[in-house]
Protein backbone atom coordinates (compact mmCIF):
# COMPACT_ATOMS: atom_id res chain seq x y z
CA UNK A 1 0.00 0.00 0.00
CA UNK A 2 1.38 3.51 -1.05
CA UNK A 3 0.35 6.53 1.18
CA UNK A 4 -0.37 9.31 -1.11
CA UNK A 5 -1.78 11.58 1.67
CA UNK A 6 -1.94 12.19 5.52
CA UNK A 7 -2.69 15.05 7.29
CA UNK A 8 -2.18 16.48 11.08
CA UNK A 9 -6.23 16.36 12.37
CA UNK A 10 -5.78 17.00 16.11
CA UNK A 11 -3.80 16.46 19.50
CA UNK A 12 -6.42 15.10 22.30
CA UNK A 13 -5.56 14.18 26.43
CA UNK A 14 -9.54 13.32 26.80
CA UNK A 15 -12.02 10.69 24.89
CA UNK A 16 -14.32 14.13 24.30
CA UNK A 17 -11.38 15.19 22.17
CA UNK A 18 -11.07 12.10 19.79
CA UNK A 19 -12.86 12.49 16.58
CA UNK A 20 -16.16 10.99 16.15
CA UNK A 21 -16.55 10.36 12.18
CA UNK A 22 -16.14 6.79 12.74
CA UNK A 23 -13.25 6.36 10.07
CA UNK A 24 -11.13 2.99 11.64
CA UNK A 25 -7.98 3.71 13.52
CA UNK A 26 -4.33 2.45 13.69
CA UNK A 27 -2.77 2.70 16.53
CA UNK A 28 0.98 3.12 17.59
CA UNK A 29 2.90 2.66 20.77
CA UNK A 30 6.23 1.88 21.70
CA UNK A 31 8.90 3.37 24.18
CA UNK A 32 10.13 6.51 24.20
CA UNK A 33 13.57 6.22 22.49
CA UNK A 34 11.91 3.62 20.07
CA UNK A 35 11.75 5.67 16.89
CA UNK A 36 7.65 5.63 16.40
CA UNK A 37 7.90 9.16 14.98
CA UNK A 38 10.52 8.33 12.82
CA UNK A 39 8.85 4.80 11.73
CA UNK A 40 5.47 7.10 11.50
CA UNK A 41 7.52 9.67 9.00
CA UNK A 42 9.13 6.73 6.85
CA UNK A 43 5.83 5.54 6.16
CA UNK A 44 3.49 8.12 5.65
CA UNK A 45 6.70 9.72 3.09
CA UNK A 46 6.49 12.98 5.47
CA UNK A 47 9.72 13.95 7.03
CA UNK A 48 7.65 15.96 9.74
CA UNK A 49 4.50 15.02 9.79
CA UNK A 50 5.54 13.52 13.64
CA UNK A 51 7.67 15.47 15.53
CA UNK A 52 11.17 13.78 15.72
CA UNK A 53 12.70 14.76 18.84
CA UNK A 54 16.86 14.65 20.39
CA UNK A 55 14.57 14.37 23.48
CA UNK A 56 12.74 10.74 23.96
CA UNK A 57 9.26 11.12 25.72
CA UNK A 58 8.06 14.64 23.76
CA UNK A 59 4.67 12.66 22.57
CA UNK A 60 2.55 13.66 25.81
CA UNK A 61 -1.10 13.38 23.53
CA UNK A 62 -2.67 11.27 21.53
CA UNK A 63 -2.00 12.89 18.27
CA UNK A 64 -4.52 11.87 15.32
CA UNK A 65 -3.48 12.21 11.29
CA UNK A 66 -5.70 11.54 8.79
CA UNK A 67 -4.28 9.32 5.79
CA UNK A 68 -5.49 8.43 2.25
CA UNK A 69 -8.76 9.97 3.01
CA UNK A 70 -9.60 6.72 4.47
CA UNK A 71 -8.24 6.07 8.03
CA UNK A 72 -6.44 7.63 11.01
CA UNK A 73 -2.80 6.67 12.01
CA UNK A 74 -3.20 7.57 15.66
CA UNK A 75 -0.02 8.15 17.95
CA UNK A 76 0.09 7.64 21.61
CA UNK A 77 2.40 8.89 23.74
CA UNK A 78 5.97 7.25 24.46
CA UNK A 79 6.44 5.26 27.53
CA UNK A 80 8.98 4.13 30.13
CA UNK A 81 11.35 7.10 29.73
CA UNK A 82 13.21 7.39 32.90
CA UNK A 83 13.87 11.18 33.20
CA UNK A 84 10.24 11.94 33.93
CA UNK A 85 8.36 12.25 37.50
CA UNK A 86 6.56 8.82 38.48
CA UNK A 87 3.22 10.90 38.20
CA UNK A 88 4.35 12.14 34.47
CA UNK A 89 4.59 8.50 34.12
CA UNK A 90 1.17 7.38 35.53
CA UNK A 91 -0.69 10.22 33.30
CA UNK A 92 0.94 8.90 30.32
CA UNK A 93 -0.29 5.59 31.51
CA UNK A 94 -3.94 6.54 31.87
CA UNK A 95 -3.67 8.54 28.98
CA UNK A 96 -2.84 5.06 26.79
CA UNK A 97 -4.91 2.93 28.77
CA UNK A 98 -8.20 5.50 28.42
CA UNK A 99 -7.38 5.24 24.61
CA UNK A 100 -7.49 1.54 24.25
CA UNK A 101 -10.84 1.19 26.42
CA UNK A 102 -13.73 0.25 23.99
CA UNK A 103 -12.29 2.39 21.47
CA UNK A 104 -14.68 1.31 19.01
CA UNK A 105 -13.14 2.77 15.41
CA UNK A 106 -9.84 1.55 16.58
CA UNK A 107 -9.18 -1.85 14.66
CA UNK A 108 -4.88 -2.63 14.94
CA UNK A 109 -2.23 -1.50 17.58
CA UNK A 110 1.07 -1.25 16.28
CA UNK A 111 3.74 -1.92 19.23
CA UNK A 112 7.43 -0.64 18.57
CA UNK A 113 10.61 -2.29 19.95
CA UNK A 114 13.96 -1.27 19.54
CA UNK A 115 15.19 -4.85 17.64
CA UNK A 116 18.37 -4.65 19.24
CA UNK A 117 17.19 -5.03 22.97
CA UNK A 118 15.34 -7.43 24.72
CA UNK A 119 11.77 -6.08 25.07
CA UNK A 120 11.41 -4.15 28.27
CA UNK A 121 8.76 -5.09 31.47
CA UNK A 122 7.00 -1.60 30.15
CA UNK A 123 7.14 -3.33 26.37
CA UNK A 124 5.82 -6.55 27.86
CA UNK A 125 2.37 -4.61 29.80
CA UNK A 126 1.89 -3.14 26.88
CA UNK A 127 1.64 -5.75 24.47
CA UNK A 128 -0.85 -7.81 27.62
CA UNK A 129 -2.61 -4.52 27.88
CA UNK A 130 -3.82 -4.60 23.95
CA UNK A 131 -4.40 -8.32 23.86
CA UNK A 132 -6.51 -7.92 26.93
CA UNK A 133 -8.72 -5.14 25.23
CA UNK A 134 -9.20 -7.19 22.32
CA UNK A 135 -7.31 -5.60 19.27
CA UNK A 136 -5.17 -6.87 16.95
CA UNK A 137 -1.63 -6.22 17.39
CA UNK A 138 1.37 -6.41 15.05
CA UNK A 139 4.82 -5.99 16.63
CA UNK A 140 7.13 -3.80 14.68
CA UNK A 141 11.17 -4.01 15.27
CA UNK A 142 12.58 -1.00 14.97
CA UNK A 143 16.35 0.08 14.05
CA UNK A 144 16.70 -3.34 12.16
CA UNK A 145 19.55 -1.45 9.66
CA UNK A 146 21.58 -1.26 13.07
CA UNK A 147 22.04 -5.06 13.10
CA UNK A 148 23.40 -8.26 10.56
CA UNK A 149 21.31 -10.55 9.53
CA UNK A 150 22.56 -13.26 11.65
CA UNK A 151 21.60 -11.46 14.67
CA UNK A 152 17.83 -10.97 13.19
CA UNK A 153 17.24 -14.44 14.04
CA UNK A 154 18.90 -14.29 17.92
CA UNK A 155 16.80 -10.93 18.33
CA UNK A 156 13.29 -12.51 16.82
CA UNK A 157 13.48 -14.80 19.27
CA UNK A 158 14.20 -12.86 21.97
CA UNK A 159 11.34 -10.65 21.06
CA UNK A 160 8.74 -13.29 20.49
CA UNK A 161 10.12 -15.24 23.66
CA UNK A 162 9.58 -11.89 25.67
CA UNK A 163 6.55 -10.77 24.36
CA UNK A 164 4.99 -14.64 24.59
CA UNK A 165 4.42 -14.31 21.03
CA UNK A 166 2.60 -17.31 19.06
CA UNK A 167 3.62 -18.11 15.64
CA UNK A 168 0.88 -16.35 13.75
CA UNK A 169 1.51 -13.25 15.37
CA UNK A 170 3.21 -10.61 13.24
CA UNK A 171 6.66 -9.61 14.08
CA UNK A 172 8.57 -7.32 11.18
CA UNK A 173 11.89 -6.03 11.54
CA UNK A 174 12.07 -2.40 9.59
CA UNK A 175 14.70 0.45 9.30
CA UNK A 176 13.21 3.79 8.91
CA UNK A 177 16.88 4.80 7.54
CA UNK A 178 16.67 2.46 4.88
CA UNK A 179 13.07 1.80 4.50
CA UNK A 180 13.24 -1.65 2.81
CA UNK A 181 9.92 -2.96 2.37
CA UNK A 182 8.03 0.10 3.66
CA UNK A 183 4.94 -0.82 1.09
CA UNK A 184 5.17 -4.58 2.46
CA UNK A 185 4.64 -2.89 5.91
CA UNK A 186 1.91 -0.79 5.03
CA UNK A 187 0.45 -3.50 3.94
CA UNK A 188 0.52 -5.39 7.01
CA UNK A 189 -0.27 -2.27 9.41
CA UNK A 190 -3.19 -0.83 7.36
CA UNK A 191 -4.54 -3.38 4.89
CA UNK A 192 -8.09 -5.03 5.56
CA UNK A 193 -9.04 -2.17 8.02
CA UNK A 194 -12.88 -2.54 7.97
Known amino acids: MQIKK ?4 TSAVKKNQYPIDGYPEVAFVGRSNVGKSSL ?15 TPGRTRLVNFFFVNDEFYLVDLPGYGYAKVSKTEKQGWGKIIEDYLHGREPLKRVVLLVDCRHKPTADDVIMY ?6 GYEVVVVATKSDKISNNEKFKCEKIIRETLKLKPENKL ?23
Open 6 to 9: SEFI
Open 40 to 54: INSITNRKKLAKVSG
Open 128 to 133: EWIIHY
Open 172 to 194: IFFSSLNKKGVEQLNDEIFGNLE
